[in-house]
């Protein structure tokens, strides 16, 4: 007899009101997921023939104690497991799970309307001395109430939505003409050790925050957090994207966490003197339209009178990386070994001579001075590579939908794949049937030196940008106001493609065209992507490109994130100038998917993430400010509502 059906032989079953009592106490609260274990979970009901009606069942977590007939199904990559609510050793080894930041801690600021109360001297009234009395004693009067002793605002310690901060973060997603929308996105902090360069002597000595200006607080590992942002772009559904979307982040946190990763702002025993440090406060010199005209890049139109994107502009060449501090050097040395076999034992073809930039694969290489050791880009390559074995994995191990003969095949057919490697949730992955689709991603990871946020205009910060597949992500010069790309389109005839495809074979022997005259590899556009496990043996591997820029104060004035339903219609310029006009990131975000799926030809699913930094306020001061694509813009709106369009 089955441990439920047991326990319901051997007691009373509860009436059904006091069933609904139960589960609409306070001690049973109704939640998607558990925040503190991360396992999902589901209370099953006596059965109906105990319980003729009974509420549909829904997803319940509880932290008191339950009647016994309330046991609980653990969801794991290889299916459910039954058992007790009051048991708690499934979620001991959970825990320490941490729920996504999808928001930012900051020190509440004060305001000219609402001055601070809470100060060294106490609350005291501002009158004039004419409409001031002195206190007088007399018989039966009370004592003068003695100032409150009460915590400085500085202190005081608020979390903000991140998507609810529309004036320094702004999303927005349509999915155009397409029946679904397979882009996903995510946004919020980190819990992994700073990297940022550390702050120069001139910034530290001169703070550069007001006394009532709100300051960002410290992450749990006492560095300044750790900013996440990251878009997917989905193709033949939306299951990697959406794994992505909840789980890359915690793959870089745990990489980060397995490879020892300690702060970049911790001091050094022997601290580096007599090193002249720029002033990071210096006044910006803003171009003239002479001096920016010659490099705008603009749309052109062609002699049949069709506009045409510029060629696109090379991506910027990132600042090199810099050796980080790791607890255990051969265990961070073990840990790439491991993956780079584990994936020449499970995939194999390319794989098998793969050697993934930025992994020191031996002891001499990391003791090399002209080699950089580990760094923050072996994290996020180890991070990119462990995510997508394990999504191609357990897809491997779930049933074919197109197989006529899964049907006829043994239930255990799938375990020579071995154990399955749970992601850092603890959720399974994927659905119930093999998903043999992808996904592109583009994630950007900030880190400042002081507790100044990323958006203050006189903050230093270093930005990472991870890149796979065909997303993209943009940079605005403050000074010129030139879009900056910062990722380039993983295509297959790209040149730096064809030489990494070539490790496997010959360069173009696996390239066809489609029927539109667009290069492909094994039918996919992007020879760089997550899932598509079929083409993985063929080098459609997830090695991220990654770019480390050092931003200066006021330097850049945001950054987009973008899909291709974006990129692939609009030029990097004008991307940038739609977001000058607007007021807020979010009003620009909004902008520019609104433009994209006007004036586009395929509907293509749209999602743009725009991010304040601190050259916000003078956006539009370089160069020739938004004016440089104004006309075309004006002209392709034109084209868009001209009800002849697409019958020519």
């Known amino acids: 007899m089955p441990a439920l059906t047991r326990g319901l032989a051997t007691r009373r079953i509860p009436p059904y009101h006091e069933t609904a009592r139960i589960l609409s106490s306070p001690a049973v609260r109704r939640v998607y997921s558990s925040l503190d ?21 829904r997803c319940y977590t509880t932290q008191e104690p339950t009647p016994r007939w309330l046991s609980i199904r653990t969801r794991t990559s290889l299916g459910y497991e039954q058992g007790n ?54 018989p039966g009067s009370s004592p003068v109430a003695a100032a409150l002793s009460m915590p400085s605002r500085d202190l005081t310690v608020v979390r903000i939505p991140l998507k609810r901060a529309k004036h320094h973060f702004g999303v927005f997603s349509s999915r155009g003409q397409r029946g679904y929308n397979e882009d996903t996105n995510q946004a919020g902090t980190i819990n992994m050790p700073a990297f940022a360069k550390r702050a120069p002597i001139s910034l530290q000595r001169r703070p550069i925050q007001k006394p009532n200006e709100a300051t960002s607080a410290d992450s749990a590992l006492g560095d300044p957090q750790v900013f996440y942002f990251g878009i997917f772009d989905g193709h033949g559904g939306s299951q990697c994207a959406e794994f992505l979307r909840d789980e890359l982040h915690g793959y870089i946190e745990q990489s980060s966490a397995e490879f020892g990763l300690q702060s970049s702002l911790a001091r050094s025993p022997a601290p580096e003197t007599g090193r002249k440090e720029e002033d990071p406060n210096e006044e910006l010199f803003m171009k003239t339209e002479e001096d920016v005209k010659d490099d705008i890049r603009v749309p052109e139109e062609d002699k ?13 060449k990132g600042a090199k990386p810099v050796s980080a501090k790791v607890e255990d050097i051969p265990k961070a040395i073990k840990l790439a070994q491991d993956l780079v076999e584990e994936y020449r034992q499970t995939v194999g073809g390319y794989f098998r001579r793969f050697n993934p930039e930025y992994f020191q694969l031996s002891e001499e290489k990391i003791h090399d001075a002209d080699e950089p050791g580990v760094t923050v880009e072996s994290v996020l390559m180890y991070a990119f590579l462990r995510a997508d074995l394990d999504f191609i994995s357990a897809q491997a191990r779930k049933p074919d939908p197109d197989d006529p003969q899964a049907n006829d095949r043994p239930v255990n057919n799938d375990e020579i794949l071995g154990v399955p490697h749970k992601p850092p949730s603890g959720h399974g992955i994927g659905g119930p049937a093999r998903f043999k689709g992808g996904s592109t991603a583009s994630v950007a990871l900030i880190s400042t030196p002081t507790p100044a946020p990323f958006w203050h205009p006189n903050a230093q910060s270093t930005l990472i940008v991870a890149h796979v597949g065909d997303t993209r992500i943009l940079l605005c010069t403050t000074t010129t106001g030139l879009a900056q790309p910062l990722t380039s389109d993983h295509h297959p005839t790209t040149p730096t493609e064809s030489r990494r495809l070539r490790r496997y074979a010959p360069a173009g022997s696996m390239v066809s065209a489609d029927s539109f005259g667009e290069d492909r590899i094994a039918g996919l556009a992007n020879s760089r ?62 902008d520019v998917v609104n433009y994209a799926t006007e004036v586009s030809h395929d509907g293509d699913n749209a999602t743009c993430l725009v991010i304040r930094l601190g050259g916000w306020e003078r956006r539009s001061e370089g160069g020739v400010g938004s004016l440089g694509t104004k006309e075309i813009r004006d002209k392709r709106r034109a084209e868009a509502l001209d009800p002849r369009r697409g019958k020519q």
């Open 85 to 138: 609510i009051l048991k708690t050793d499934r979620l001991s080894s959970s825990a320490s799970r941490r729920l996504f930041h999808n928001y930012f801690v900051t020190h509440l600021p004060s305001s000219s309307l609402h001055p601070d109360s809470r100060t060294s001297s106490g609350p005291g009234h501002k009158l004039p001395r004419d409409a001031s009395t002195p206190h007088k004693v007399t």
């Open 37 to 57: 274990t991360g396992i999902g979970t589901s209370i099953d009901k006596p059965t109906s023939s105990a319980l003729p009606r009974h509420p549909p069942r």
């Open 304 to 316: 049949h009178g069709i506009l045409t994107n510029p060629e696109r502009e090379e991506p910027m």
């Open 529 to 590: 992507a997550f899932g598509d496990m079929r083409s993985k043996r063929i080098g459609v591997s997830a090695e991220p490109e990654i770019t480390r820029v050092e931003i200066g104060p006021a330097q850049y004035s945001f950054l987009v994130l973008m899909s291709d339903g974006i990129s692939g219609t609009l030029s990097d310029q004008e991307i940038v100038d739609v977001i000058k006009e607007a007021r807020t990131p979010e009003e620009g975000a909004k």
